[in-house]
Nanobody
Framework: QVRLVESGGGLVQAGGSLRLSCAASGSIFSINAMAWYRQAPGKQRELVAHITSRGDTTYADSVKGRFTISRDNARERMYLQMNSLKPEDTAVYYC?????WGQGTQVTVSS
């Protein structure tokens, strides 16, 4: 059974940075694509960034140039480096692999 655990969320001022981590277990990490999603209060969950097993990446337009997704297959971890954070980035951020989801980590950006 796949288990995904996010960490690294918190409270930061606008313009600041955070780095989210996702630790995976229970699957062959290196062959799976992974993604970060987020859900803000009262809004639908949205895709933030996606990374293939080869490391190819895609981003939501709203985070392009500010966020960077990466993975470390040896450590079975995925990361989301978030720079130049804005209040509208406030949400619960989720790590996904296939049909599996983590429990989420809260990111709050104050203005």
């Amino acid at each position: 059974q796949v288990r995904l655990v996010e960490s690294g969320g918190g409270l930061v001022q606008a313009g600041g940075s955070l780095r989210l981590s996702c630790a995976a277990s229970g699957s062959i990490f290196s062959i799976n694509a992974m993604a970060w999603y987020r859900q803000a209060p009262g809004k639908q969950r949205e895709l933030v960034a996606h990374i293939t097993s080869r490391g190819d990446t895609t981003y939501a337009d709203s985070v392009k140039g500010r966020f960077t997704i990466s993975r470390d297959n040896a450590r079975e971890r995925m990361y989301l480096q978030m720079n130049s954070l804005k209040p509208e980035d406030t949400a619960v951020y989720y790590c996904t692999m296939g049909v599996s989801w983590g429990q989420g980590t809260q990111v709050t950006v104050s203005s």
